[in-house]
């Protein structure tokens, strides 16, 4: 069994009166997440330390999300190949990460990327992806070995990653997002892998990934991240901020048909497959902010002038009769 080393740091006495974190990815079967892109252009992670205001607030909001699911390893292709994984991460890109649960850790055992029909990554070692509970200036250290397979050809490797909880505040997000009492983790991994290119002749690539993910008390997943990747020479760049269902709005369309878009200053939705009648299209920012409401008359189609340019970003557009009762709830994406 590899060794975990978590350590303390010496601070003063106030620090360990902060509060403690036990919800840092501690997932259970069933949970369930939406991230929405934020433009991470020249994005910087802000300061560490106590009572620190991260304020991302003016940042744009992207068109593209991405839905994170718990499942059971059963439930996926390649349950049958990593046996002791107890939960499953299921990504709407087809990515699969396959972890062993305990009280206070998860362990990534597999990867897989349904995309590329392949089970590219599995660890002979298995890598700390989570620490808990935690508090701020905790931090844990992990050593790990991985064994893969690309197109083919075996691929061996390891690395380090180590995770700092460097600092504690108030975190602002886009749409009037405001969370109280978050934790950051400062996340750090590296990694070389090597194959044979040529007999005898071996090519290593250097993986480097350097995250912030900010953590608030309720949910399991973080409500923020900013992760820089640096692969072979090549980077990228990604920030994300966790969906939070506005609470002024009252429920979710079960119109699986229902079309919004917006069009040269126009918001279209079609396939409400209503009768005639007077209805409410009322549109909200993602804190639940009402932007816009407009009466109409419609059947199956409807069209609004959107009274004021919208930034980019993600909205959300509801539909309601002349009783306020709600017909459709849909997110939508604005692009400039």
């Known amino acids: 069994m590899k060794k975990l080393l978590v350590v303390l740091l010496t601070f003063p006495i106030a620090v360990f009166a902060q509060r403690s974190y036990n919800n840092l990815d501690n997932f259970t079967l069933g949970d369930n997440a939406t991230y929405v892109d934020v433009d991470e252009s020249g994005m910087q992670a802000g300061n560490s330390g106590a009572n620190i205001t991260w304020d991302f607030s003016n940042v744009a909001l992207l068109s593209d999300t991405m839905r994170i699911s718990i499942v059971s390893p059963a439930s996926t292709t390649w349950g049958s190949v990593f046996t002791g994984a107890d939960i499953t991460e299921r990504h709407s890109d087809g990515r699969y990460y ?18 590329r029909n392949t089970v590219s990554y599995y660890t002979k070692n298995s890598a700390m992806f989570a620490n808990r509970p935690m508090k701020y200036t905790d931090s844990a250290t992990d050593v790990f070995e991985d064994s893969s397979a690309f197109s083919g050809t075996p691929v061996t490797g390891g690395g380090f990653g180590k995770v700092i909880a460097d600092g504690y ?29 040529s007999p005898g002749v071996k090519q290593t690539f250097i993986a ?5 993910w900010w953590y608030d008390t309720v949910s399991n997943f973080a409500v923020f991240k900013l992760d820089s990747f640096s692969v072979g020479g090549f980077s990228d760049k990604r920030a ?9 709005i009252q429920s979710v369309s079960s119109v699986n048909k229902l079309r919004c878009y917006f069009a040269d200053g126009v918001l279209y939705i ?54 306020n009762r709600i017909i459709a709830v849909k997110r939508i994406a604005v692009t400039e």
């Open 169 to 197: 505040g108030t975190l602002k997000l886009p749409g009037n997002v405001t969370y109280n009492n978050v934790l950051r983790l400062k996340i750090y991994q590296y990694q070389a892998d090597s194959f044979e290119i």
């Open 208 to 212: 480097i990934t350097s995250s912030y």
């Open 270 to 323: 079609d396939n409400i497959g209503v009768n005639d009648g007077n209805y409410t299209v009322s549109l909200y920012d993602l804190s639940g902010r009402l932007l816009q409401a407009q009466a109409v008359k419609a059947k199956n189609n409807i069209a609004v002038d959107i009274q004021t340019p919208f930034a980019s970003g993600v909205y959300v557009v509801r539909v309601s009769d002349n009783t």
């Open 240 to 248: 994300r901020m966790l969906y939070k269902k506005p609470t002024s």
């Open 98 to 115: 396959y972890y062993q649960k305990t009280a206070n850790n998860n362990f990534l055992i597999g990867f897989a990327d349904s995309s």
